[in-house]
């Protein structure tokens, strides 16, 4: 069961960013361009620094590299 997607991202919403097929980070959610549609994210990777990603694409596949999608609610994944 997806997350109820109707109000959009929403800014500190944790989200998963796909930095490749196969492989996500839990960013949160730092900006939302109302016009585009794009995001704004600050991703935390495992053992590496923080980084802020711009004008981040919605892909609710998670097979698309650097987009972004709503976690299941069940599976966290």
Not at 5 to 22: D, E, N
Not at 25 to 43: C, I, K, M, N, Q
Request: no cysteine; hydrophobic share 30%.
């Amino acid at each position: 069961m997806a997350e109820n997607k109707a109000s959009g991202p929403q800014i500190s919403q944790t989200v998963l960013y796909t930095i490749t097929p196969g492989t996500a980070y839990t960013p949160f959610v730092t900006a939302v361009d109302a016009t585009t549609g794009l995001v704004r994210l600050t991703t935390f990777p495992p053992g590496g620094t923080v980084v802020d990603r711009q004008s981040v694409s919605y892909d609710g596949t998670g097979t698309v590299a650097n987009t972004w999608r709503y976690p299941d609610i069940q599976t966290g994944i």
